[in-house]
């Protein structure tokens, strides 16, 4: 198995779920600032022209973060990675739908990316400019981590009272956070401290080299 990474992105959550789920992988960097995950060769073997991107032992391909994680937490059981119990797993993909979808895809997204979020017509060229773009971003940033900071009042993990899939896609959003400014609310701060603590991040984000 595969996973195609890129620093300072989301696939860092993909890595975190192998190392807990003991699974052996190897990995490929992509230059994703440089824009290697548009380029060939990887353009033709992902269309999506992103990282994660994880190739499995029999050859076929994964993509979109909760398929991933999800695919990792059914196939190594015996880690645990996804909650028994109805109410953990779904307050579990609440969490992890809002991270992926809300908060990356549109506000950091905002913020990482703006040019992606600025009209190409001419007509329309000379509206909001980048870094109204960026300064809405910040501000959908602090307002879903707010909103997260509530949802995990009283909650160790995003699922209850174990670590589980949707852990590291909160934890690849709250790494950006210093990037953009942003200061993280006590619950989320709280649970960004529980993760770099876990012996599988510590040895991600060595491997990434950040520890
Ligand atoms: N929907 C995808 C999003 C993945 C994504 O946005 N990856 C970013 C890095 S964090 C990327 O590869 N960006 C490259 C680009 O947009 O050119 C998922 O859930 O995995």
Redesign the pocket.
Known sequence: MKLYW?R????IG?HVLLEEAGATFETEE?D?AG?A??REPFKSINP??????LVRDDGSSL??????ATWIGLTWPQAGLIPEAVEDRVRMIEVMDYA??TL??QAF?RI??AS?FEPKDLLHKTGLGLSSIKAEGTEMVRQGFAILDRELQGRTWVGGPRFSIGDTALF?CERWAPDVDVALPPNVAAHFDRMKARPSVRRALQFYGEA
């Open positions: 890129g300072h992105t989301c696939a993909i992509l994703v824009d995950t548009k999506k022209e992103k990282v994660p991107f993509t979109e973060y909760g398929a991933m992926v979808g990356h895809a997204h990482l990316r992606d690849y």
